[in-house]
């Protein structure tokens, strides 16, 4: 969404607080920029599922001028010691600068209100668009290709849940801790911990440190039954249900 007034300018980053990716950085520093800020946590299904988008977009955009900084404020006790953010970080290929919020002092100063959540600021600093959750992906890089006073094809959708439009029906809701049994998703996710091997409905999943690991996708909204299996060394601190498209027809990616 287009921020309501042009008067909100962008918080500093606290001083005390770690960075991956990065020795440091401050946000005053970034003027005559567009830094596109991305609160997130790699223990967050959402949030996994916003990144490759966020990962694009440095990509496509960075030689122009836009900044990308990952904000990871944790819900779980899990993923909150910079080691374990670095080997996240790692390990989902995360290019961008990170900076680690253990204890969601920076989720505080913006009054954040959940994940996934993203904020642009203009050159100025100037906040210029936001949108909390997933969605809304065209609208972000169109945001962004008007600060930069470019005009590209915007990226297609990842998944056919993605595409503008399409009807989502609700999932199962999250279950504490590891669960098997029947549930209606898009899609299902484990939050993990640890280091050893996981197996969903017969798939192996290796698990490297505290994560949101896909272990079931499908095209649409669709019944199953879940059988999770944790291995030595795990642990499954939620299983989570993503939404997945309710039309009987999966919406054209193109």
């Known amino acids: 969404m287009r921020a309501p007034v042009d008067t909100i300018a962008a918080p500093p980053f606290l001083t005390h607080l770690k960075w991956v990716n990065v020795a440091t950085l401050r946000m005053d520093k970034q003027l005559g920029n567009p830094v596109l800020v991305e609160f997130w946590d790699c223990c967050r299904a959402n949030s996994m599922r916003t990144l490759p988008y966020l990962k694009a977009w440095h990509e496509r955009y960075s030689e122009d001028g836009l900044r990308v900084v990952g904000i990871h404020s944790p819900g779980f006790d899990a993923g909150r010691t910079r080691d374990e953010v670095r080997a996240a970080v790692a390990r989902l290929g995360?290019?961008?600068?990170?900076?680690?919020?253990?204890?969601?002092?920076?989720?505080?100063?913006?009054?954040?209100?959940?994940?996934?959540?993203?904020?642009?600021?203009?050159?100025?600093?100037?906040?210029?668009?936001?949108?909390?959750?997933?969605?809304?992906?065209?609208?972000?890089?169109?945001?962004?290709?008007?600060?930069?006073?470019?005009a590209r094809d915007p990226l297609p959708p990842t998944r056919p849940e993605d595409v503008e439009g399409a009807e989502l029906a609700p999932p199962s809701p999250e279950r504490e801790g590891a669960y098997s049994g029947p549930y209606e998703a898009g899609g299902v996710w484990a939050v993990l911990d640890g280091?050893?091997?996981?197996?969903?409905?017969?798939?192996?999943?290796?698990?490297?440190?505290?994560?949101?690991?896909?272990?079931?996708?499908?095209?649409?909204?669709?019944?199953?039954?879940?059988?999770l299996e944790l291995g030595a060394g795990v642990r499954c601190l939620a299983t989570c249900f993503t939404p997945g498209v309710s039309e009987t027809v999966t919406p054209d990616l193109a």
């Open 94 to 150: 995360i290019e961008y600068p990170v900076l680690v919020d253990p204890e969601l002092e920076m989720w505080q100063v913006y009054e954040n209100q959940g994940w996934p959540a993203r904020y642009l600021f203009d050159q100025q600093g100037i906040l210029a668009n936001y949108h909390f959750g997933e969605g809304a992906y065209r609208e972000t890089e169109l945001a962004i290709q008007e600060l930069l006073g470019i």
């Open 195 to 227: 280091e050893g091997m996981a197996q969903a409905n017969g798939a192996s999943i290796a698990v490297r440190g505290p994560g949101a690991y896909a272990l079931i996708e499908h095209e649409r909204h669709t019944a199953g039954v879940l059988e």
